[in-house]
Nanobody, 116 residues
Framework: QVQLVESGGGLVQPGGSLRLSCAAS????????MKWLRQAPGKGRELVAL????????DYADSVKGRFTISRDNPKNTVYLQMNSLKSEDTAVYYC?????????WGQGTQVTVSS
């Protein structure tokens, strides 16, 4: 059974940091391209960051470049999103997404709220 379980969300003040984790199981994690996406209230889901199978290639939305870092640990079947200098506009539900060819898996999401 495929599972993607996000954790690490919560309430943080503007300027603060959070580290999201996504633990994968039920598929070959090391051959999956991994993504983090987010969905703010009343908005569509948007790509935040992606990382290639080896971790050698990453890409980010312009809105998070220089503040967020995506990484992965293939032996641990886990992908991370380090979020620094958080802003109120980063408030959203953050989703982990795994892509293996035509297969597309999603986690249940974790809420990130940036507020004073």
């Amino acid at each position: 059974q495929v599972q993607l379980v996000e954790s690490g969300g919560g309430l943080v003040q503007p300027g603060g940091s959070l580290r999201l984790s996504c633990a994968a199981s039920g598929f070959t994690f090391s051959i999956a391209t991994m993504k983090w996406l987010r969905q703010a209230p009343g908005k569509g889901r948007e790509l935040v960051a992606l990382i290639s199978t080896s971790g050698g290639t990453t890409d980010y939305a312009d809105s998070v470049k220089g503040r967020f870092t995506i990484s992965r640990d293939n032996p641990k079947n886990t992908v991370y999103l380090q979020m620094n200098s958080l802003k109120s506009e980063d408030t959203a539900v953050y989703y982990c997404n795994a892509i293996l060819g035509y297969l597309n898996y999603w986690g249940q999401g974790t809420q990130v709220t940036v507020s004073s």
